[in-house]
């Protein structure tokens, strides 16, 4: 239903030539344009950074938000309006580092939003400093040597998994078809649902860029994973090592947030209305006889 | 009529039950109640109490000496010894060991009765509400007449035995109690009163947000706010209402940002330390435009402070809070009626203007209690501001115009995008770096001031425009201050009170005209620093005279005006 | 080297009578009195909460800091003064609530401290609202039926792990040998040492009570659990089900914090100078000739 | 001399290199500089420039218009062009397609000459330069001493071949640029200044706490205060100083906290919305008397606002963050130089007073550079306040003192129990709810202000008191107002500056004496709603009877100051 033409820019695009958030933007376009559900009901919310950006990018419903709190955000506006498609575009800064606990939160109420996490092992926008998912020993602004950053790394596909998300995957900004499939499949699942997007930032990172993630990522749906298993997924989130798993680590069904609040039996809760006169019944109860 | 009944103990012994069922005898025989609750931060045991004070006039404050004291433990006997007052009379159980006996003491068979009478110690609640209206010679058909209800009422399983046992220990008490108490209601019929809902500050609050059309709040637990919040969950069910604890303040605030560009009308409630850690969002609140009301009950900072005290600390800092500039409304309410209106007045303003709304609550005001006449909801409008029509096309979110409120629109309608930013942004809510739209976008924010001026309540002013001296007051001290105006004015002074309850932007007309015509003023504040004094001069180079300063946590009493004016040689 | 009353609380004890915290209490007492650490090299750090009170309850050094932030006022501490041993007391809501970004962000730093969880399922001091580790439709005024607590809840011994805490284990506030014994190898522990520990509150929490517990703990170390083993460890703490596991879960050797952050070579960086000399030097090397 | 030099191209074009190295051609031959950076929130692209302002006589902010400018864009040739003043030129590469040219504008081979010469469009940078100092006049031979200089520092690797570069393309344009530049420096030799030391405003600052014996760092990146802790992180191994780029802000300043508890002096770096994160830790600073120095880099807000820009916004903010009441410092460097000072002086207030101490600094300080002497740290005095001796047993870290202040100790002593706690406490650090010690407890912090406010520095008067006009200023504009008094005399109007760096608690003395005795006074701000003038209101009653604000995110200059008070007919 959506058009590519619909999608177009609103604002020239910003990046760096080669960043990987082209590719991310790109997927994302197709997706939507690829889906059923008409440009109105999307709406995307993000944080502050590089990543930040792509509600500018991008001609949908918007939040550009504060950094870290994209997800909180999503989560009130999913509430209010549990018809609208609300999707988080977020960096690894924000939603693993200054959010960490949003995400974490979000995971176990089983939000049904979909949170694209643009991973790129630094602060982009603030100039190249470690980030959550930056390796031990990354040598940045903030972390020269010796030793680099002096701390293990933040597993977003493990986290997301301990934490209760019931979509979980890891896709490539390089991997346009399989990036498509997975967020189509995030948007449209019922539930949290995560996909960690390694996202080459060709101006800092100099470690993980387009060529290393080339030589290392491998398919776990070609490896025969099944996304059902939520021990192998985290087996295999967990299991270190040179090469980078990636695609569907897991799914399920739960209850979502939505189905444990009180929110209106049909229609929105921005649409509803208090009844007046229940409440005046409520306080004529309340009064002593 | 003006007593004050105490009823001191540990956390967890029932000293709210008494209290309540003690309102509710004189509510329920047409008196006027106020009743403030004195406890720890604890959970169980320390030295707590509940004040219930009874009047044939309204009133909206507390007092500092006591009438007639139910003491549940040792210490309960013996620390608020000093504020009973002459013709006072202590009531207590007489299991608890006390020897240095006075006329005022009454050791009472509370426990032994409710135990033979009603066959449970836990009726002792029943007992000490006997003896109690006992002491002060209630008339006992009047209190027979309640006691079933208040019973009932209160949930207790067993009516008919703790009235029983009430009655009884009336009776006991008649025999036995040989001390002198200086009231004897034994006259007295109902009393003047119709008012019959009883609700704290708190309950009044939520029930005014429901009132307004709140359908989503969300929350991190902290005293003195979390009643507040409690009260809109407990009835979430049946209103459909959206509500939800969050894993800390900064989501909550974030969440309700988040359903309000969603078209619905949210609310947070915390205190201070959660206020602090909200800061950021309610500078995007600020920056998006996005109408949000957070209901701030204060109590003694800093930081954690005194967690279930009371003070007015916060209100430089919400009229000031996160970077930047950009309007926002602070509004302080001044009774537990009040604070059903306010709630409403902020939905309305946050809608109107498009900005964070704080209201001021403290701890005080947010545990009272009082009766008041039932609440006609059907006088509450719902004022949404302005709504994009069907002819803003392309919509601009952030649509400059002459007033600086552009029509609001929400995500979900075809043909039509909504964009926020926290970022400066374009009319259409993109971001730029663009001087001139900054400009523009900051002079927007300037224009919308005047309006929400002028679209708050005036200053409210008790007495003569005339009088020599001008206290003034601002949010939950009304009741106290206006009391000490009358004890003042009854000892021939001529003093009135300038009461704020719309604090920021402020209005400054009346209070330039009563300050200048005043030959003394003074401000009169639960804080250390007077606050909202600094405010006024801020706002019109106008200082006050004096400064009366309570923060000790405990609320102000008019008394405790009256004796510090005297005291300082201003009255 | 620390008897009793060297310990002996500076207040009196404020919590509700059959209190779990009473048991956690004691344990640290006597966890104390059995190690050979003198007593003023000991700091305790406390978030706010019954559990937040501790440091009032022992003679120790001690900062009773915010909701939610001992574990970074710890950290803080630790750094300046490695020589401390540094011990915090926090709460479920506290760590896992308002604090879960900084708990799973120092295990990842392994900074060498020792977080001990009153793990109750309650806002104990803010009257019994559920915390994060409320089991799914728990009841209390936050979240009344229908549903009761609508989300799932946090599982701290899995975050610690999937985290990299470096000492992993889970205690009972009834078994005093064994959780004494877990504190002291926490307390000694070179790197983030966290015992997560099952606290009755007898006065808000019906469902997590001292029976409850009694008759669903077993102590993984007699199951024959090997603390090495980090998926074990995992698929333990997540294998759900009936019975409770606690004991040690997980042990490991990693480099802490302090190891890579540029701290003096000896002596704390408390008392540590900045070379005057060597600041002009810099100065003269920063101009132009 | 009062040269403008401007560069203006995309970010990562290599902006920042040409006006480095333009800046060291000026510093080494004897110069005053002021370089300015203005950039968009982006990391490549868009239209960035420096302004190297050069001049004989120290200037201390940049000038609104261009005397030449090197564009290294066709945008960065169109753009600044209005600001271009007669006489001006404009340097771009002939590559550019640009048609409309006009006398001022010299399309000249930089990329080709740093090919042919050089072997590599790299040296672009090195052509420009030269071109630049060619249009100029720059003599040949003062530039031949640089630049050698001017590329081996900059880390070119092959400096030869750059100088190279830069020399031919300095003949190319003697040959080819036929326009008319309004500067001619043939005749100038070296410069009156032994200034050396180019610094930012941010490097001051980091060099200034090393210099304070700062020993731990925390803090999470924020814009325009990322590059003054990236500055103490870049020394931290030489000096042993603990720095930890932490999870966000809140961890940040507990972090700093807590080593502060345990006897390091420490500090946290961020701007406006990470203060904002801060605040509930501000107040732990606060109630628990735990030294601790903030640096608050302010850039445009509300919320997100314009990361890069700058602003003077967040001062009531400052001063009134956190719920509840305690004693702070707030202080605003004026200068380069005096973030330096600042950031010592900062140190010592707080260990002084054992206070939060808030250093407001903006991104046009933070990111502003300019030649210095050379500074002498020996001078540096750490004074670490009262400090608990031997006798001080039982240790009461909250002593009750006469000047508010109880000695402070750490832990890690044997025989010592160190108590911190930011709920209320006894002066053992432990609980109460004891309502006469709450009191104590706020009487001790209201003690330290007075001493506070004595310990800070008297605002400065630049000109005479009798001055008919005077304009109120405070932290990094007091160059641009200071340049405007001098533009105002020089046209015969009596004027002077009040200029304050120390904010808060506000001394007031001087301040009364010149608004009073002045008959036109103007607070010029670098924000919307004149902060600092309404600070002053609340402090003194006095109002200013104008004011400038300057809020599109630029910074300010003497002429707008000058164009904005002859516009208001104030001037
Ligand atoms: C509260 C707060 N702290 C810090 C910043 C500064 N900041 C802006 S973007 C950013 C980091 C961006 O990193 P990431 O989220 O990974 O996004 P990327 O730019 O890499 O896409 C930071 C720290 C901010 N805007 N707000
Ligand atoms: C920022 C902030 N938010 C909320 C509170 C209120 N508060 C005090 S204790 C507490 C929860 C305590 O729960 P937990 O950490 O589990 O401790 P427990 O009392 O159960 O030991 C809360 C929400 C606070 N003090 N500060
Ligand atoms: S800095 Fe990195 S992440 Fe940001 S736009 Fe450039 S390449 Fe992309
Ligand atoms: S409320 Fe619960 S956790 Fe707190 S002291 Fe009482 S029993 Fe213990
Ligand atoms: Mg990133
Ligand atoms: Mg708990």
Same mark, same amino acid.
Request: with cysteine.
């Given at each position: 239903m959506i058009t590519q033409s619909d999608l177009s820019p609103p604002q020239p695009v910003t990046w760096c030539k080669g960043c990987g958030n082209f590719g991310i933007l790109a997927a994302l376009r197709k997706a939507l344009v690829g889906m059923d559900t008409p440009q109105h009901k999307y709406v995307l919310v993000s944080g502050i950074g590089c990543s930040g950006k792509v509600p500018h990018y991008i001609n949908l419903n918007s939040f550009h938000?504060?950094?870290?709190?994209?997800?909180?955000?999503?989560?009130?506006?999913?509430?209010?309006?549990?018809?609208?498609?609300?999707?988080?575009?977020?960096?690894?800064?924000?939603?693993?580092?200054?959010?960490?606990?949003?995400?974490?939160?979000?995971?176990?109420?089983?939000?049904?939003?979909?949170?694209?996490?643009?991973?790129?092992?630094?602060?982009?926008?603030t100039k190249g400093q470690f980030s959550p998912t930056a390796p031990r020993g990354y040598v940045s602004g903030t972390s020269p040597p010796p030793p680099g950053a002096p701390m293990e790394p933040v597993n977003p596909v493990a986290l997301a998994l301990i934490s209760g998300?019931?979509?979980?995957?890891?896709?490539?900004?390089?991997?346009?078809?399989?990036?498509?499939?997975?967020?189509?499949?995030?948007?449209?699942?019922?539930?949290?649902?995560?996909?960690?997007?390694?996202?080459?930032?060709?101006?800092?990172?100099?470690?993980?860029?387009?060529?290393?993630?080339?030589?290392?990522?491998?398919?776990?749906?070609?490896?025969?994973?099944?996304?059902?298993?939520?021990?192998?997924?985290?087996?295999?989130?967990?299991? &270190?090592?040179?090469?980078?798993?990636? &695609?569907?680590?897991?799914?399920?069904?739960?209850?979502?947030?939505?189905? &444990?609040?009180?929110?209106?039996?049909? &229609?929105?809760?921005?649409?509803?209305?208090?009844?007046?006169?229940?409440?005046?019944?409520?306080?004529?109860?309340?009064?002593?006889? | 009529m003006d007593i004050s009944f105490n009823i001191g103990g540990m956390a967890g012994q029932g000293i709210d039950t008494i209290g309540d069922m003690l309102t509710q005898v004189f509510v329920r025989t047409g008196f006027y109640t106020f009743t403030v609750k004195d406890f720890e931060s604890r959970i169980r045991g320390g030295y707590?109490?509940?004040?219930?004070?009874?009047?044939?006039?309204?009133?909206?404050?507390?007092?500092?000496?006591?009438?007639?004291?139910?003491?549940?433990?040792?210490?309960?006997?013996?620390?608020?010894?000093?504020?009973?007052?002459?013709?006072?009379?202590?009531?207590?159980?007489?299991t608890i060991a006390f020897d240095d006996l006075e006329p005022c003491h009454f050791p009472a068979p509370l426990s032994r009765t409710a135990k033979e009478v009603g066959g449970s110690v836990r009726m002792t609640n029943a007992a000490a509400l006997g003896a109690l209206l006992s002491v002060v010679r209630f008339p006992v058909d009047l209190a027979e007449e309640v006691l079933g209800h208040v019973f009932a009422r209160k949930g207790e399983e067993v009516v008919e035995k703790n009235v029983l046992v009430a009655k009884r220990m009336y009776e006991v008490t008649q025999?036995?109690?040989?001390?002198?108490?200086?009231?004897?209601?034994?006259?007295?019929?109902?009393?003047?009163?119709?008012?019959?809902?009883?609700?704290?500050?708190?309950?009044?609050?939520?029930?005014?947000?429901i009132a307004a059309n709140v359908k989503w709040v969300s929350a991190y637990p902290m005293s003195p706010s979390t009643s507040a919040f409690q009260e809109v969950v407990a009835r979430a069910h049946e209103f459909r209402i959206g509500t939800l604890q969050t894993e800390d303040e900064i989501a909550a605030l974030c969440m309700a940002i988040g359903a309000s560009y969603a078209g619905a009308r949210t609310m947070v409630t915390?205190?201070?330390?959660?206020?602090?850690?909200?800061?950021?969002?309610?500078?995007?609140?600020?920056?998006?435009?996005?109408?949000?009301?957070?209901?701030?009950?204060?109590?003694?900072?800093?930081?954690?402070?005194?967690?279930?005290?009371?003070?007015?600390?916060?209100?430089?800092?919400?009229?000031?809070?996160?970077?930047?500039?950009?309007?926002?409304?602070?509004?302080?309410?001044?009774?537990?009626?009040?604070?059903?209106?306010?709630?409403?007045?902020?939905?309305?303003?946050?809608?109107?203007?498009?900005?964070?709304?704080?209201?001021?609550?403290?701890?005080?005001?947010?545990?009272?209690s009082m009766a008041l006449p039932l609440i006609d909801v059907s006088t509450?409008?719902?004022?949404?501001?302005?709504?994009?029509?069907?002819?803003?096309?392309?919509?601009?979110?952030?649509?400059?115009?002459?007033?600086?409120?552009?029509?609001?629109?929400?995500?979900?309608?075809?043909?039509?995008?909504?964009?926020?930013?926290?970022?400066?942004?374009?009319?259409?809510?993109?971001?730029?770096?663009?001087?001139?739209?900054?400009?523009?976008?900051?002079e927007k924010f300037l224009k919308k001031v005047p309006a929400i001026r002028d679209a708050l309540r005036p200053p409210e002013l008790y007495g003569s425009e005339d009088a020599d001296?001008?206290?003034?007051?601002?949010?939950?001290?009304?009741?106290?201050?206006?009391?000490?105006?009358?004890?003042?004015?009854?000892?021939?002074?001529?003093?009135?009170?300038?009461?704020?309850?719309?604090?920021?932007?402020?209005?400054?007309?009346?209070?330039?005209?009563?300050?200048?015509?005043?030959?003394?003023?003074?401000?009169?504040?639960?804080?250390?620093?007077?606050?909202?004094?600094?405010l006024v001069s801020m706002e019109t180079g106008l200082m006050c005279d004096h400064h009366l300063n309570k923060y000790d946590g405990r609320p102000m009493t008019a008394r405790w005006v009256v004796d510090r004016l005297q005291g300082a040689g201003i009255a």
């Open positions: 938000t504060l950094h870290g709190r994209p997800i909180p955000v999503a989560t009130g506006i999913k509430m209010a309006r549990p018809d609208l498609k609300v999707i988080v575009h977020t960096g690894d800064g924000d939603c693993l580092g200054e959010g960490l606990g949003h995400f974490v939160h979000a995971a176990r109420r089983n939000v049904d939003i979909a949170v694209f996490i643009h991973n790129n092992g630094v602060n982009g926008l998300a019931t979509y979980v995957a890891r896709g490539f900004a390089g991997h346009q078809a399989s990036l498509v499939r997975l967020m189509q499949d995030a948007i449209t699942h019922r539930g949290f649902a995560v996909v960690d997007i390694l996202q080459p930032c060709v101006t800092w990172n100099r470690v993980l860029t387009w060529s290393f993630y080339n030589g290392h990522i491998f398919d776990i749906g070609e490896d025969g994973h099944d996304p059902s298993d939520h021990s192998a997924a985290l087996r295999l989130a967990t299991a &270190g090592g040179d090469r980078i798993p990636v &695609g569907l680590f897991y799914r399920s069904d739960a209850p979502t947030l939505a189905d &444990g609040l009180s929110l209106p039996e049909s &229609g929105a809760l921005a649409d509803h209305v208090n009844d007046l006169g229940l409440l005046q019944q409520v306080l004529r109860d309340m009064q002593l006889e | 707590n109490f509940t004040q219930v004070r009874v009047s044939d006039v309204p009133v909206h404050a507390p007092v500092d000496h006591m009438d007639v004291i139910v003491a549940l433990t040792h210490d309960a006997v013996v620390g608020p010894r000093p504020r009973l007052v002459d013709g006072g009379v202590i009531i207590f159980d007489d025999e036995r109690f040989s001390g002198e108490c200086r009231h004897d209601l034994s006259t007295v019929r109902c009393g003047p009163s119709t008012d019959r809902l009883v609700l704290t500050g708190n309950q009044a609050l939520a029930l005014g947000a915390t205190s201070g330390g959660g206020f602090s850690l909200m800061v950021e969002a309610l500078g995007l609140a600020g920056m998006t435009e996005t109408p949000v009301v957070i209901y701030n009950a204060q109590r003694p900072g800093p930081s954690t402070g005194l967690p279930t005290r009371t003070e007015q600390s916060d209100l430089l800092f919400s009229v000031f809070a996160s970077q930047g500039e950009f309007p926002r409304v602070v509004l302080a309410p001044r009774s537990i009626r009040d604070a059903f209106d306010t709630a409403v007045r902020a939905f309305n303003l946050a809608d109107r203007f498009q900005v964070p709304v704080v209201i001021l609550g403290d701890q005080f005001l947010a545990d009272s509450v409008r719902v004022d949404r501001g302005v709504l994009a029509g069907d002819d803003d096309t392309p919509y601009l979110r952030y649509r400059l115009t002459d007033d600086g409120v552009s029509p609001r629109a929400f995500p979900g309608e075809p043909g039509r995008v909504v964009v926020a930013s926290g970022n400066t942004h374009l009319e259409d809510g993109h971001i730029t770096e663009d001087p001139a739209i900054r400009d523009a976008m900051a001296m001008v206290l003034v007051s601002w949010g939950s001290t009304w009741g106290a201050v206006r009391e000490a105006v009358d004890l003042l004015r009854a000892g021939g002074q001529s003093v009135c009170q300038l009461h704020f309850t719309d604090l920021y932007p402020l209005r400054t007309a009346l209070l330039r005209e009563v300050l200048s015509g005043a030959s003394v003023s003074v401000s009169i504040e639960q804080n250390a620093t007077s606050q909202f004094a600094a």
